[in-house]
């Protein structure tokens, strides 16, 4: 049986971030396959230190030598026949937790070698579901595919396989607005903006869940 594996790196477990990969889940389970969510801040980790152990010559490339919560997830995911990163936008950028994540996947699978760079055993399916508060118009106006593409070629030249990309716009950050200082934001028109998209948001994550796993 295939396996998805979703990766949370929202501190978050049930809000925008998580609906978005435990639908892409249910599709993943539509096409037959078994799914696995990974809640990144329920583990104690941290991001690549540089010591360089992924690259010397007469060790076994493709393996991080740290030893923590991330090691044992780090050689599951080379089991796995899609996987799924999902993130909110914090300050412009992945969350802090999914880019220590993507440090220790990305480097450790990756030698300094121009004929053969990445290490990683197989071709893995991928997809970025991405979750923020900004618009779609600020979205395109701060330039933020320039700011992740990094990630999305990261992806393709160490998984082997390009990234497929979810945005979901303009999201609803609180229940109650009224608690929190937030004058810049209308709760009506963030509310309003959710019910008329995240239905189809939601529908097109169960549809990319399905297609990973389809991919040969």
């Known amino acids: 049986m295939k396996k998805l594996i979703a990766v949370n790196g929202s501190p978050r477990k049930n809000w925008n971030t998580v609906e978005l990969l435990k639908s892409a889940m249910l599709g993943a389970e539509d096409a037959g396959a078994e799914s696995k969510l990974i809640h990144l801040y329920s583990l104690n980790f941290k991001g690549c230190t540089s010591c360089f152990a992924c690259k010397i010559k007469t060790r076994e490339h493709g393996f991080c030598a740290m030893k923590d919560d991330l090691s044992s997830i780090l050689e599951e995911i080379k089991t796995a026949d899609a996987i799924i990163f999902g993130s909110p936008i914090y300050f412009m950028n992945l969350s802090a937790g999914m880019l220590a994540f993507l440090e220790r996947l990305f480097f450790s699978n990756y030698i300094y070698s121009q004929e053969i760079p990445s290490v990683f055993p197989k071709k893995l399916p991928n997809a970025f579901f991405l ?47 009224s608690k929190y200082e937030s004058s810049i934001f209308s709760e009506e028109e963030k509310h309003q903006y959710h019910d008329e998209t995240f239905e189809k948001t939601l529908e097109d994550a169960r549809r990319i869940g399905r297609e990973l796993i389809q991919i040969d």
């Open 131 to 177: 979750t923020m508060n900004m618009t779609a118009e600020n979205f395109e106006r701060f330039k933020m595919n320039e700011r992740l593409n990094f990630y999305y070629f990261s992806a393709e030249r160490i998984l082997k396989s390009r990234s497929k990309k979810l945005m979901a716009y303009d999201t609803v950050q609180f229940k109650d607005y």
